[in-house]
């Protein structure tokens, strides 16, 4: 708390106008801010919570920290196929593992810290701001005039409506972070990253967990063969699954909840001690009036911003979590930086331009870059891909890592790569390299002169890219063979 929120901190006298105002102090904000002052900009920054915001509190950073302890866990439990000698039962210290999730999110946050903040030039205010004009805010009785600002706000939980759950009570991942005991059985609400992260992180800590997804498959934006590999990777760990099925009613008896569950048209009950919504993330633009600046939102999809990130008032950008889709740190990181070219350097910078990967980290990861090939059909794009299974891939043998694959997405006849879907233990790592490729327009066939050292997962990659130029060979190869019959036909 020391770094991300003083007690003793007292908001300075704010300068006669700022060059760039930013409103939240997560990712997004704290590069805007940071970076606009290291270009000479003044430059005031305003939280009403804890700097880091979501990511460092209570989004990446805590919850990879407990998904690294589940995993240790879960290795444990197998240990003896590694010929590790393990007593049948491994006991838990959540208390512990939850304490060590505490002294990472500490340490991490002294590079986000109040101090250094000011030290780089940077005003820091600490209240709820809110518009008072199109070129001011007010926060904690204080104006801010500003030439530009950025709404960098984040977003929050979306709270599913289902009666009796608020008043059963639930963990969201404002909360779920702050339980140091383990609860004996755990409902997790969502299929989606949050919801398949933690019910799998639970479940290895040794709570028997339930999880309720209701589409067919988990990550629905996902290629079906990765969300079926993540289904058969839950029931492999002793996770419940019950996809096709809403939670329709919670109620609370004795310490416990009972909730009502329908899967397609059969009804179900069960019990648990502790229900965790991962439903989804709703903007933060309410309490910022920004009718007050002429700002156009939308309370589901948030500040309506154009492709360089400009609102409908010319002095205000949004960022991050406030108004993307894509709800993910690195986005929030590349959007803010965006914003400060565009905002105080005549920038052009465009937001379509970005190529986004995202990654979920559970076990196997689950990581994507570009074009899904229902995208690429859907735009009449003809494709190729070129799918490794990671069981062909020595290191993955030798680590027992092999559920997962490589899958490579490129045009039809050439070797551009429009996406890549990796599955693998580690495929948030492997996914930068594909990224890379297409940032710098690098064809797959060029990755197959690229030497990965051996062994390693990474070789999946320069498998598919072998198998692109042998496509290729084979191509060239039959039409030359078939050149004399065309002759002989005339
Ligand atoms: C459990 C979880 C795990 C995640 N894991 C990953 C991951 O592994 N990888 C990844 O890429 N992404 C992950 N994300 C998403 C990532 O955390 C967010 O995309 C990112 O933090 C968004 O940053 P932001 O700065 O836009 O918003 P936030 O970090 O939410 O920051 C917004 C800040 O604005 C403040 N604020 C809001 N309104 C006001 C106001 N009126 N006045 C003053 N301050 C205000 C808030 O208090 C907050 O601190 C995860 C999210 C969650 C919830």
């Known amino acids: 708390m020391d770094n991300v929120r003083p007690a003793d901190w007292r908001n300075p006298v704010p300068a006669q106008r700022y060059d760039l105002v930013v409103i939240g102090a997560g990712t997004t904000g704290l590069v805007a801010a940071r970076s606009a002052a290291a270009n000479g900009a003044k430059v005031a920054l305003i939280e009403r919570r804890l700097l880091g915001g979501t990511c460092l509190n209570i989004g990446c950073v805590p919850s990879k920290a407990i998904i690294r302890t589940s995993r240790v866990y879960a290795e444990m439990h197998h240990a003896d196929q590694y010929g590790a000698l393990v007593p049948p039962r491994i006991p838990v210290d959540f208390a512990r593992a939850m304490r060590r999730v505490r002294d990472i999110r500490a340490r991490i946050s002294r590079s986000d810290s109040a101090q250094r903040l000011m030290a780089a030039g940077v005003d820091v205010f600490f209240g709820q701001a809110a518009f008072a004009g199109v070129d001011s805010l007010t926060v904690k009785g204080a104006t801010l005039r500003f030439r530009r600002a950025v709404i960098a706000t984040g977003a929050r939980p979306d709270l599913p409506s289902i009666p009796g759950l608020a008043e059963a009570g639930f963990l969201t991942n404002e909360s779920a972070f702050e339980v140091s005991e383990a609860p004996r059985r755990l409902l997790v609400i969502g299929g989606g990253p949050l919801g398949c992260e933690m019910a799998q992180a639970f479940c290895r800590f040794g709570v028997q967990t339930t999880i309720v997804q209701k589409r067919p498959l988990f990550l629905p934006r996902e290629e079906r063969d990765a969300a079926q590999i993540l289904s058969d990777a839950f029931a492999r760990d002793g996770i419940e699954v019950r996809l096709n099925t809403r939670v329709v009613n919670v109620r609370a008896e004795g310490g416990k909840k009972i909730v009502d569950l329908v899967s397609d048209d059969y009804e179900s009950t069960v019990t648990v001690d502790a229900i965790l919504a991962g439903t989804g993330r709703v903007p933060n633009v309410d309490g910022l009036a920004l009718e007050a600046a002429g700002i156009d939102y939308d309370p589901r999809h948030g500040v309506r911003v154009d492709d360089f990130l400009r609102t409908s008032n010319r002095r205000v ?6 108004c993307l889709a894509h709800k993910f740190n690195d986005t929030a990181d590349a959007s803010a930086r965006i914003v400060v070219q565009n905002a105080l350097f005549h920038g052009r910078r465009r937001l379509s331009a970005l190529t986004i990967p995202w990654c979920t980290y559970t076990d196997p990861e689950i990581a994507h870059v570009g074009l899904y090939v229902r995208q690429a059909r859907e735009r009449q794009i003809p494709v190729e891909t070129f799918t490794i299974p990671m069981h062909e891939v020595d290191r993955a043998i030798a680590d027992d890592e092999e559920v997962g694959f490589v899958k490579i997405t490129v045009k039809e006849r050439t070797d551009r790569i429009l996406g890549a879907t990796i599955v693998a233990r580690h495929a948030g790592e492997m996914i930068s390299e594909i990224t890379l490729a297409i940032v710098a327009r690098i ?11 051996y062994p390693t997962q990474a070789e999946a990659i320069k498998k598919a890219a072998d198998a692109c130029v042998r ?8 039409r030359l063979a078939s050149a004399p019959l065309r002759w002989m036909r005339g």
Do not use: E
Request: hydrophobic residues 45%.
């Open 443 to 453: 064809g797959l066939r060029t990755l197959a002169h690229v030497i990965h050292p």
């Open 317 to 322: 950008y949004a960022a991050g979590d406030a």
């Open 471 to 478: 496509a290729g060979a084979t191509s060239r190869a039959q």
